[in-house]
């Protein structure tokens, strides 16, 4: 397989990079992880109106038409500057649900609403620790109406509406529910990285649309996360390849006995360590990004890798940042625990890492069996 992004692709990437450098700094990040607002109201506009947050949207709903690669070398810009907005639950989660089983009266109301960030969106799954299955999903739905409660919502306080996945008698099904709506109380949590928000979401009798047919729940979750697991890793190559930027940058200056450490042997390796690691993540990614813009057969199985890989990556470049910077990497000041916090905090979205190899293996598993 030969896979390269295109010239206006890179283009993109390039304004993209351009952009969050200017609007996302470290000290806006650090903004919202000390201050009082759950996201960069401004930064989220602005990604907007640069028609970011409508990439795969058809033009017909207000968005750009374009594709999933591009969507890709976005994630992957914003993964670099720990944009703390709502991207990955409104733009990788709701939008792509909406796409996939969203009736035109749902597409017309909201699909507009997300492209220009006017509307947030989000997808209320798990309900307790540990790993979400069919049997752990009690939130029940009976008549349009919905009874229980989702924990670790991401964004969850400050979405407008959210894809909720409630049990229909033996079967699991997807809902549309307005946040605003009666019935429905959120509470909001303290995670590790308070820069991306999470809630507690109750449900009390709150009413709810049917989003796809009944009893398509699993199907339309495990087909929206492999698309959702090839963006995150693309996120996640941003984080790995800028800790691997600040690491070496570092230790190219930091002077010990009269020497850079960066000439040290300890560092070397702990360097190249890094490199190989996140360039293990890109070459992964891309599989799963060819596999995600040209529909192949491959995609389940390139999906879990991609996901596997760059979350391995990220964690371990947000680790051994730190370790480069020494003393000074565990301290407030230095930004070596913001990508440390994101690190952790993407390693669990759509499942944990365990979760994704257990997935890739019965993935592999089913293929060779078919085979």
């Known amino acids: 397989m030969n896979f390269e992004f295109s010239d206006e692709q890179k283009q993109m990437a390039t304004q993209a990079r351009r952009y969050l450098a200017d609007k996302c700094p470290s000290t806006a990040v650090r903004a919202i992880l000390e201050g009082p607002e759950p996201y960069d109201k401004a930064l989220w506009k602005g990604l907007a109106e640069m028609g970011f947050l409508g990439v ?3 033009e017909e709903y207000g968005g750009l038409g374009l594709g999933y690669l591009e969507l890709c070398v ?3 810009e914003l993964g670099r500057a720990l944009a703390p907005v709502p991207f990955s639950s409104s733009v990788m989660l709701a939008t792509e649900f909406l796409l996939a089983a969203g009736s035109d009266a749902q597409k017309r109301a909201w699909l507009p609403r997300l492209a220009s960030g006017d509307a947030i969106g989000t997808f209320a799954y798990a309900e307790k620790a540990g790993a979400v299955t069919p049997k752990t ?14 924990t670790a919502v991401p964004d969850g306080d400050i979405a407008d509406f959210a894809v909720v996945a409630a049990r229909t008698g033996t079967s699991i099904s997807l809902y549309l529910v307005d946040l605003s709506a009666a019935g429905v109380t959120r509470t909001t949590l303290d995670t590790i990285d308070p820069s991306r928000s999470h809630a507690r979401i109750d449900f009390a009798d709150a009413a709810a649309e049917p989003l796809g047919a009944p009893g398509e729940g699993l199907r339309l979750i495990s087909e929206v996360f492999d698309r959702a697991a090839v963006l995150t890793a693309f996120e996640q190559i941003g984080g790995a390849d800028r800790t691997l930027e600040m690491a070496r940058d ?34 992964n990614g891309c599989y799963g990004a060819w596999a995600l813009s040209t529909g192949a057969a491959e995609l389940p199985e390139a999906a879990a890798t991609a996901r596997v890989s760059a979350t391995q990556a990220f964690q371990h470049c947000a680790k051994n940042n730190i370790q480069v910077h020494g003393g000074m990497g565990f301290t407030w000041a230095f930004d070596c625990h913001l990508f440390y916090r994101r690190s952790n905090l993407l ?20 293929r060779n069996t078919a085979a």
């Open 56 to 58: 795969v949207i058809p």
């Open 74 to 76: 976005i994630a992957e």
């Open 137 to 150: 999903i009690q939130l029940s739905a009976a008549n349009n109406r919905l009874n229980g409660a989702k």
């Open 250 to 283: 570092y230790a190219l200056e930091r002077m010990a006995f009269g020497r850079p450490i960066g000439s040290f042997q300890a560092i070397k390796h702990m360097l190249a360590d890094m490199y190989v690691s996140a360039t293990l993540a890109r070459s």
């Open 347 to 366: 390693s669990v979205n759509l499942g944990s890492l365990s979760q994704w190899e257990d997935t890739l293996i019965q993935r592999l598993r089913a």
